[in-house]
């Protein structure tokens, strides 16, 4: 009885989050179509923002419990999985590949 209640749990939080993202992508939706800010920008602060607060929670709450290591693991660990699975998850999922300009890039090193 317990594992359907946990199943069942799973799918409706599932739906309740769906719900939500679609709520959320409407509202960011109109407020790039009121402001000058495009909705690429906006999703971009949103997306960067929503995805660094479980960060600075866990900074937060290591710090209290005088825990730095906690947080540097956390920071160190979420930055590779972010290089080595959302990134490349993402340029499959787009089709349109990832191309570097490696003088671009020598020119950014020397003026920078």
């Known amino acids: 009885m317990e594992i359907l209640l946990a199943i069942f749990l799973v799918f409706f939080f599932c739906f309740i ?3 939500t993202s679609e709520v959320l992508i409407n509202s960011l939706k109109s407020v790039a179509d009121d402001s000058i800010l495009s909705k690429f920008l906006l999703a971009s602060i949103f997306g960067g923002v929503a995805t660094s607060l479980p960060e600075l929670f866990i900074g937060i709450s290591s710090a209290i419990d005088k825990k730095p290591e906690i947080a540097i693991g956390n920071a160190l660990g979420s930055n590779i ?9 993402v340029i499959l999922i787009s089709g349109r590949g990832f191309y570097l ?4 890039i020598f020119l950014f090193v020397i003026f920078f």
Do not use: M, T, W
Request: hydrophobic residues 55%; glycine residues 0%; positive net charge.
């Open 17 to 19: 989050l769906y719900k």
């Open 101 to 104: 300009s490696i003088k671009r």
């Open 81 to 89: 999985v972010d290089l080595a699975l959302v990134v490349p998850l």
